[in-house]
């Protein structure tokens, strides 16, 4: 069963760019929804690979990238939210980028089979 404190890991992973250790949250049959990308859904990695590759592409664009919890975690079976304020600096122009967003969790086997990411953008 996940847990608050299995998202906390799973937020300090995050903050220690450590894909690795993000990974071992994840269930072998994962997808992650990213806040950007021109699909509905954002730009989607299906699978373990692809998965990895495009958490570990954040930091590619903002090698300083860090997620703040806010607000309570919640659970209802096997779904779950969070929240967060994301900072970063962009590293394509330099610009400083402070944002809420959250995730919508969707679990399986005690694990992340689904991470989908909303993020507020500049218009």
């Known amino acids: 069963m996940t847990s608050k404190e299995f998202l906390a890991t799973f937020t300090q992973a995050w903050n ?14 994962c997808a992650f929804y990213a806040s950007v990308g021109f699909d509905e859904e954002g730009t989607k990695c299906e699978g373990w690979d692809e998965v990895k ?6 930091w590619e664009g903002y090698p300083d990238a860090k997620f703040e919890p806010v607000g309570e975690d919640f659970f209802s079976g096997d779904r779950g939210c969070c929240e967060w304020i994301f900072t970063g600096t962009r590293k394509s122009d330099g610009k400083k980028v402070r944002a809420r967003g959250c995730d919508v969790y969707t679990f ?16």
């Open 108 to 123: 399986k086997n005690g694990k992340i089979a689904l991470k989908n990411s909303m993020r507020k953008q500049e218009p």
């Open 16 to 29: 220690d760019h450590d894909v690795d250790k993000l990974m071992e949250h994840m269930d072998s049959d």
């Open 53 to 58: 590759k495009g958490f570990a592409s954040l």
